[in-house]
């Protein structure tokens, strides 16, 4: 668990105690970020996973049973999911669409979303687009290293590219980004 100070940084409450943010996909990332205000700080733990099985509807079952017990373990007030965004300009956002990724990743967020839903915690879907423009994954994980450098975080954690998406839209969320 990381503890980041606000103290004196220019930031925007996200308005609620815990939130999670989740990078969506078949490796899915999570970043749970629990306010304290007596001292101004974010606790931030993350979690992540890889959906199993043999079939696509086994891997959805699978990764849905998973985020739905991080869920219930963290039990948080509002989840950002990242939903899917087709850029008709990016060849890897067309070879998504033509290998039905982005069919699967919409499923999954479904899911998800579901999952928020039965268990009475509210969701919100973010495009890449509203959090990161048009950053690539090298570019968003300089900038994550940076916001951390910027809050007295000098050991910046070793974190799967999944997580450092999460924790963007995290940082982005707090207009840290």
């Known amino acids: 668990m990381l503890r980041l100070n606000l103290f004196g940084k220019e930031y925007r409450h996200p308005g609620t105690k815990r939130f999670f943010t ?11 970020w629990e306010y304290n205000a007596v001292m101004d ?19 959805l079952k699978n990764a849905w049973g998973k985020f739905e017990e991080v869920v219930q373990t963290f039990s948080p007030d ?9 850029w008709s300009q990016s060849v890897e956002s067309v070879a ?5 990724d982005l069919f699967k990743l919409s499923y999954l967020t479904g899911g998800y979303a579901n999952i928020c839903d039965s268990n ?10 509203r959090w990161k423009g048009q950053m690539g994954k090298e570019a968003t994980k300089r900038r994550v290293e940076r ?7 000098n050991e910046i954690p070793k974190l799967n590219g999944h ?9 982005s969320l707090l207009e840290l980004l």
């Not at 990078?23 to 970043?31: K, S, Y």
């Not at 509002?78 to 087709?86: A, H, K, M, R, T």
């Not at 997580?163 to 940082?171: E, L």
């Open 22 to 32: 989740t990078d969506t996909g078949m490796n899915t990332g999570i970043a749970n």
């Open 120 to 129: 009475g915690v509210g969701f919100k879907l973010i495009s890449p687009n």
């Open 41 to 59: 700080s974010v606790a931030l733990t993350t979690s992540q996973f890889t959906a199993r099985g043999k079939t696509l509807e086994d891997k």
């Open 147 to 153: 916001v951390f450098r910027s809050l007295g975080v």
């Open 78 to 86: 509002i989840v950002y999911l990242e939903s899917q965004q087709f």
């Open 163 to 171: 997580v450092i998406d999460a924790i963007g839209i995290g940082f």
């Open 96 to 100: 998504s669409a033509g290998s039905a």
